[in-house]
């Protein structure tokens, strides 16, 4: 069931905003703000409108193989909200792994996937968690590897203005977790230059 988000309620808040700070939201410039930060957040934070079950239904058309050897996806490049200051996380790449179990999905689907979760107001170690969890209800699969490298508007702009800094957040189930062999060959394709 798809939630709504309440656009009309952002463009008041943003308003409010506005005011908060200063300014006059009537003058020309502001005039439209609230209205075009609604509407970029209604597309930003699509994601909020979905679970991870229903995501991975939108996504999960499947084909069989014959196959167990693991498919990579590297380096998927999206960004996302941290949720402790609405702040940009910017700059990331995902780079994902899974055992298919006689399923596989379009390589498109996983990029898609990507894009959606990351559409939340979240931290991304919780991304890195939610892409693993719908990638592998997606393909039906207990085995997934899922590293994101980013940076936060949060730590690279205000506070202590590290710049360039890099969160790496990861996440492993099944046999990637189990297996440290298998772990290493997906960080080291991960890591090497194509
Ligand atoms: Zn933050």
Request: proline content about 2%; charged content about 30%; some cysteine.
């Amino acid at each position: 069931m798809k939630k709504k988000i309440d656009t009309k309620l952002i463009e008041e808040s943003i308003r409010n905003i506005l005011i908060a700070l200063g300014d006059d939201p009537k003058r020309e410039g502001l005039i439209e703000t609230p209205k075009r930060v609604a509407k970029m957040y209604e597309e930003v934070f699509e994601g909020m409108n979905y679970t991870n079950e229903e995501i991975a239904k939108m996504f999960g058309k499947t084909f069989k193989v014959d196959t167990d050897e693991i498919v990579i996806e590297k380096n998927i490049p999206t960004f996302s909200y941290c949720e402790h200051h609405l702040a940009l996380m910017y700059n990331m790449h995902v780079s994902i792994a899974y055992k298919p179990k006689g399923k596989v999905i379009g390589l498109s689907k996983i990029v898609r996937i990507v894009d959606m979760v990351s559409k939340r107001l979240q931290l991304q170690e919780k991304l890195t968690k939610d892409v693993a969890e719908v990638l592998a209800l997606a393909c039906e699969t207990d085995s997934v590897a899922v590293l994101i490298s980013g940076e936060h508007s949060c730590m690279t702009t205000r506070g202590i203005k590290r710049y360039g800094e890099k969160t790496i957040t990861t996440f492993y189930t099944g046999e990637f977790k189990e297996n440290k062999d298998l772990r290493n060959e997906f960080l080291h394709i991960v890591r090497t230059e194509d």
